[in-house]
């Protein structure tokens, strides 16, 4: 468009020149021409009259010079700008192929237009989508994309199979979750995986991009979160070395932020029903984000379910009497806190009866609300490392997460307006602070 008015502009502005080029002399010309068509003779300049110019052949001569140098400008001016609307047009041509080529190319993988997809790992924020979008995966393009599911590409395993890093195209890395468990209870969960994560969209929510049925072996493809579970950072290798009290902070934000989409804006509101460390997975920046929703259930459609969770997370009154509800989610919650503060496995094995298990609630539940002794359980990672009236205030809101009375414990929305203010702006939170330190706090 902005050529084409270019163009206009510059045939307007050559139409001008040649317009004032053929005035007066051209006119003149035409005068002459006529008359000398009338009276054979041409008029010497003695001859001609005082109102009319003389015509000398050099003027003549030279008025044709300019027509010819204005035509020739103008044709190559129309040369230019065809050739560079050419060169636009090809240019356009190839953006679009290179990105159709990448939508095909991920559309291979599956059945369903892409297009969803792309738009849905875009965006930022969505409410409950009424368009359930996922994409039916190639089961040799995933066999391909983590080299034949090798060992040495394995993420994690857990109690439904292994978890691969794939490459799905140049720069789009995943994590396939291999099911090996046949089992009705693993379809079931397959199942709802599929059907709740096509629904739900949010930052602090896993992405599903696609699943794969071949023949018994089913398959789920996720986002790639490159600093894999909060389980690994704190009690794989590292230690919580990589975990700085803001970045744990954050963690514990984008959880409850995760969890108040799923109880406060879904329709109907969903309970996780699984929430822990290893459940919570961590991009390259330590976003973190929900996963596992086999589990989940919508409200409302929670009746004669059977009893499911992890031990350590479970909530005393649904694990006595089955009574599930969105404050099952928040206890839950209160165990994540205290693992993030402490450092400590939610059920460990007793130092000196190694056959006994030690529950992590009932031994920190009283230490939390004592001020003098809390600073010396935290985990020595992070221990000195913060404001100690943060550090209580998380420790209040473990406390009340984890009251046995599920109507004592806060909704998870009052517990993310709680976190809020101890996290930095830079991190999500609304907490000030030098934004050196900011980065000081990230760093491990
Ligand atoms: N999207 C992902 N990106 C990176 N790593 C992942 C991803 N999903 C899972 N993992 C890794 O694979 C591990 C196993 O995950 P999986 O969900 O199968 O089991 P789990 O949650 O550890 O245990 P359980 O089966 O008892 O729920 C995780 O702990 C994590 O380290
Ligand atoms: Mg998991």
Known sequence: MNVFICFMFISVFISQFLTFDATPNNLILSVHQSSSLATAPIPSIADSSPG???????????????????LTAACLTGVILVLIMCLMICRRKKIFRSSKIRANRLDQLRGLPLSSFITRTNSTFKQTSLQPSVTVMDYNLLKTATNDF?????????????????????????????????????????QTEVDILSKVHHPNIITLLGYCVHDETKMLVY?????????????????????????????????ARGLEYLHEHCKPPVIHRDLKSSNILLDSKFNAKLSDFGLAVMDGANKNIKL????????????????????????????????????KRPVEKQKQVPSEYQSLVTWAMSQLTDRSKLPSIIDPVIRDTMDLKHLYQVAAVAVLCLQPEPSYRPLITDVLHSLVPLVPVELGGTLRVAENRVAAALEP
């Open 150 to 190: 090798q060992e040495s590409e394995i993420l994690g395993s857990g109690g439904f199979g292994r978890v691969y890093k794939a490459q799905l195209d140049h720069n789009l890395l995943a994590a396939v979750k291999k099911l090996d468990n046949q089992s009705i209870d693993a379809r079931k969960e397959f």
């Open 308 to 343: 499911s969770g992890t031990l350590g997370y479970v909530a005393p009154e649904y694990l006595l009497d089955g009574k599930l509800t969105d404050k099952s989610d928040v206890y839950a919650f209160g165990v994540v806190l205290l693992e993030l503060l402490l450092k």
């Open 52 to 70: 009319v110019q003389p015509i000398s052949t050099s003027h003549k001569s030279n008025s044709s010079k300019k027509i010819v140098i204005g």
């Open 223 to 255: 986002e790639l979160m490159p600093n894999g579970s909060l389980d690994t950072q704190l009690h794989g290798p590292s230690c919580g070395t990589n975990l700085t009290w803001q970045c744990r902070m954050k963690i514990a934000l984008d959880t």
